[in-house]
T-cell receptor, first 117, second 117 residues
Framework: DTGVSQDPRHKITKRGQNVTFRCDPI?????LYWYRQTLGQGPEFLTY????????KSRLLSDRFSAERPKGSFSTLEIQRTEQGDSAMYLC???????????????FGPGTRLTVL | KQEVTQIPAALSVPEGENLVLNCSFT??????LQWFRQDPGKGLTSLLL?????REQTSGRLNASLDKSSGRSTLYIAASQPGDSATYLC????????????????FGQGTILTVHP
């Protein structure tokens, strides 16, 4: 069990460019979540996948944002035409469904820090 | 809309003290509540998860309680150590009308804890 991994860890881009982040969940975790965290704030929910289905999406996820999980394993988050307000830490988490003897704790990756100049 | 508030925003204590961090939430229809720790520039580490039917959970020097009816949770840290210095985040997972769970966590802004030797 290697934990949730995210790539890249840091991304600096110019305003107007497109960026894509990748998240690899813990093996066999069928649930995957994306959050965004700005300095001094708690994370804010962006979207949630169960297997390859995107089941919930925040209003924060404008039409410039798109997330995919094509085979129910890794996920990508793309931001098009980046703006300075997109600068934040993007966090990915994964979990298993709650069953007898097992909780549905969300396990977080180290995050991707995006800076838009 | 669920809102989560954490008090105090920051806390500085000498090593060895017992301390309490507070979390309150506005909608008592929760599925579970999770406490996390976040070190500067890093992702989140899950500390404790309390299901809505539970009153408390314990792990080592940590004890978390939940009073769903009053919309409150506390995290008790016994015999604090400098290594406990971090931001502590409380997060609530809501339920829908059928009692099943939405995927997202709603976070408080965190309590920044400093334990000095």
């Amino acid at each position: 069990d290697t934990g949730v991994s995210q790539d890249p860890r840091h991304k600096i881009t110019k305003r107007g460019q497109n960026v894509t982040f990748r998240c690899d969940p813990i093996s066999e975790h069928n649930r995957l979540y994306w959050y965004r965290q700005t300095l001094g704030q708690g994370p804010e929910f962006l979207t949630y996948f169960q297997n390859e289905a995107q089941l919930e999406k925040s209003r924060l996820l404008s039409d410039r944002f798109s997330a995919e999980r094509p085979k129910g394993s890794f996920s990508t988050l793309e931001i098009q035409r980046t703006e300075q307000g997109d600068s934040a830490m993007y966090l990915c988490a994964s979990s298993l469904p709650r069953l007898a003897g097992r909780t549905d704790t969300q396990y977080f990756g180290p995050g991707t820090r995006l800076t838009v100049l | 809309k669920q809102e989560v508030t954490q008090i105090p925003a920051a806390l500085s204590v000498p090593e060895g003290e017992n301390l309490v961090l507070n979390c309150s939430f506005t909608d008592s229809a929760i599925y579970n509540l999770q406490w996390f720790r976040q070190d500067p520039g890093k992702g989140l580490t899950s500390l404790l998860l309390i299901q809505s039917s539970q009153r408390e959970q314990t792990s080592g020097r940590l004890n978390a309680s939940l009073d769903k009816s009053s919309g409150r949770s506390t995290l008790y840290i016994a015999a604090s150590q400098p290594g406990d210095s971090a931001t502590y985040l409380c997060a609530v997972r809501g339920t829908n009308a059928g009692g099943t769970s939405y995927g997202k966590l709603t976070f408080g802004q965190g309590t920044i804890l400093t334990v000095h030797p």
